[in-house]
């Protein structure tokens, strides 16, 4: 079955840097985008990053433009975000997501990973 495992996060002081790992398992990775989310507390859910199937296109949140870097690598089925000059309004659970077709067609997300930045 289709699986996201995230990994990476921790507590950071502001102006640090973490990288979150988006491990991949039951679909061909290579064939679909990947986006990371991250939901705070009292707040909706929002698009940090997205990345398309091969790499060659991404698209950010305006509030981590210019600080935050998608990127994956296909063999490893796995997607990262590089977070550096963290602000304590970076404080999330951030979740990655893939949107499959096929027989496993659906709206999948991992667990989530705790992201805290104190000031």
């Known amino acids: 079955q289709v699986q996201l495992v995230e990994s990476g996060g921790g507590l950071v002081q502001a102006g640090g840097s973490l990288r979150l790992s988006c491990a991949a398992s039951?679909?061909?990775?290579?064939?679909?985008?990947m986006s990371w989310y991250r939901q705070a507390p009292g707040k909706e859910r929002e698009l940090v990053a997205a990345?398309?199937?091969?790499?060659?296109?991404?698209n950010y949140g305006d509030s981590v433009k210019g600080r935050f870097t998608i990127s994956r690598d296909n063999a490893k089925n796995t997607a990262y975000l590089q977070m550096n000059s963290l602000k304590p309004e970076d404080t999330a659970v951030y979740y990655c997501?893939?949107?499959?077709?096929?027989?496993?067609?659906?709206?999948?997300w991992g667990q989530g990973t705790q992201v805290t930045v104190s000031s």
């Open positions: 039951g679909f061909t990775f290579s064939s679909y985008a």
């Open positions: 997501n893939a949107v499959v077709a096929g027989p496993y067609h659906g709206d999948y």
């Open positions: 990345i398309t199937s091969a790499g060659g296109s991404t």
